[in-house]
């Protein structure tokens, strides 16, 4: 590959052997955002459950919780919650009396991205499940489902009919804040675009190359969202445009 | 706690003795973003609808790639990136337009949050009732009078909750103008940090500015809300 772009001439838009640096980038990327995506589903689900309950001592700290990492930047929370876990952790593991344990770049950018983006999924969520129609509940506990059926049977594939658009947006909204993880040291793909351009004396180049990377995998989510969209709502009618 | 407000308390508020910064430096930032990607986000919007599709298709492309890609990776490409450029440096206007970190900072905040700001008020444009627009057109307007005087005013009003999302979203998005070494609360914040290692007061005190920032662009938002949309809302009794 690199004889070809130096026998054409163009040597300055082959990757100049930081192909495979761009690529552990990518994965680091794709890994991040994933397992972050997974926790806040998870809080997300949680979070809604808590602020739609009967009980005031789960609804108020669900409330306050997407209150309040809702009116912050996420920069703001990557840094101060990236800087702090570790000295909780230690003021934690001395109060315990456990050994002490440094907490990795890697699991400190997961929680904290899966903390701040599951107040995003929370209110998400909430809005998904207050528009199933109550009646479907009520049938469902008519027929004698317990709770776990309910929600797995009745529920869920209803509400993420109304739950998707949010998803998806969200979901990019996550995938391009790893992006931020970079300035907290993590070796995602802009610190390496960032890296190879160092090098090669040619930043730009590189950067359009992480762009480009980054509008590919939102553009196959949105093609990802849109099938999802259409499954989960089978069986409606599609309004005539 | 006492001893950081009161070292660093001026400079989160308005200035760190070189200048402007911290929430003063904050708000320059997303008021000029949101004029400039307001003024810029009008004509486009109506691009992006139009029928000729020369003129929408290159709209089209732009919000896509902005809006499918990281603001850091544009803010980045503005800062470092195209300075890299000989054809930047050698020309001096564009020389001294790149130099500044704060102008490459305001272009790449203008570009991405206009990207945003078109795709709402193209959508909103495309959901206005074909009545307004044909009644409008019964009384003889036409061209530049109908965007001006009916399609806009209808798409904005329409437009509201979401455009007031993506102002709190680009409020919050001014924090990345740190990474260009602007002096913004969150550099100050940083600086704090490094100073007097009160990791949690530091941040926490940025948070707490955003945060105030925050609820009161909702609040104000709630407001205009209630003034212009008021002609949605069903009538009661």
Redesign the interface.
């Known amino acids: 590959m690199n004889n070809f772009f130096q026998s054409t001439g163009l040597h300055a838009l082959s990757l100049q052997g930081f192909g495979p640096l761009l690529l552990q980038g990518t994965w680091m990327t794709v890994k991040l955002a994933l397992l972050s995506l997974a926790l806040s589903l998870a809080l997300g689900l949680l979070g809604a459950s808590a602020k739609l309950s009967r009980l005031r001592v789960l609804r108020v700290p669900a409330t306050l919780y997407t209150t309040l990492i809702r009116s912050v930047p996420d920069l703001v929370l990557i840094l101060l919650i990236f800087y702090t876990l570790q000295l909780w952790l230690n003021d934690l593991t001395e109060l315990l009396g456990w050994d002490y344990f440094e907490i990795d770049p890697f699991t400190a950018g997961v929680i904290t991205l899966g903390f701040i983006y599951g107040a995003y999924f929370t209110e998400n969520f909430r809005g998904a499940i207050l528009s199933v129609p109550a009646g479907q509940l009520e049938a469902a506990t008519a027929y004698g489902l317990n709770r776990i059926q309910r929600f797995r049977l009745v529920l869920f594939p209803q509400l993420m009919r109304f739950a998707l658009p949010g998803l998806g947006n969200n979901w990019l909204v996550l995938l391009k804040s790893t992006a931020l993880v970079s300035i907290i040291g993590l070796a995602d793909l802009v610190k390496a675009a960032q890296n190879a351009g160092k090098t090669t004396n040619n930043t730009l180049y590189f950067l359009i190359i992480a762009g480009l990377v980054y509008l590919l995998i939102t553009t196959l989510s949105n093609r990802l969202f849109k099938h999802l969209e259409r499954r989960y709502n089978t069986g409606i009618k599609e309004l005539a445009r | 706690m006492i001893e950081l407000i009161q070292e660093y308390g001026p400079a989160y508020l308005y200035s760190d003795g070189a200048g402007l910064s911290g929430l003063a430096m904050t708000l320059w930032l997303f008021i000029v973003t949101m004029v400039v990607g307001f003024l810029l986000s009008l004509p486009l919007a109506l691009a992006r609808v139009s029928r000729t599709l020369w003129l929408r298709w290159p709209v089209e492309v732009y919000t896509?790639?902005f809006?499918?890609?990281?603001?850091?990776?544009?803010l980045?490409?503005c800062y470092?990136?195209?300075y890299?450029?000989e054809v930047v440096r050698d020309n001096a206007m564009l020389d001294q337009f790149f130099r500044n970190a704060l102008n490459c900072t305001l272009l790449a905040f203008v570009l991405n949050t206009c990207a945003y700001t078109v795709e709402i008020f193209a959508g909103a444009i495309r959901n206005i009732p074909h009545g307004e627009i044909e009644a409008a057109q019964a009384y003889g307007l036409h061209g530049w009078r109908l965007n001006l005087f009916v399609i806009l005013p209808a798409a904005l009003r329409r437009s509201l909750p979401a455009y007031s999302n993506e102002l709190i979203l680009m409020?919050?998005?001014?924090?990345?103008a740190f990474?260009a070494t602007i002096a913004d609360i969150?550099k100050v914040?940083?600086d704090a940090?490094a100073a007097t290692f009160l990791?949690?007061q530091a941040?926490?005190i940025?948070?707490l500015l955003?945060?105030l920032l925050?609820?009161a662009l909702v609040g104000g938002f709630r407001l205009a809300e209630r003034r212009w949309m008021r002609f949605l809302v069903p009538a009661r009794g």
């Open positions: 896509f790639v809006r499918g890609t990281p603001l850091y990776i544009q980045l490409i470092t990136g195209l890299g450029l409020l919050h998005a001014t924090s990345l990474t969150l914040a940083r940090n990791t949690f941040f926490g940025a948070a955003y945060m925050s609820f």
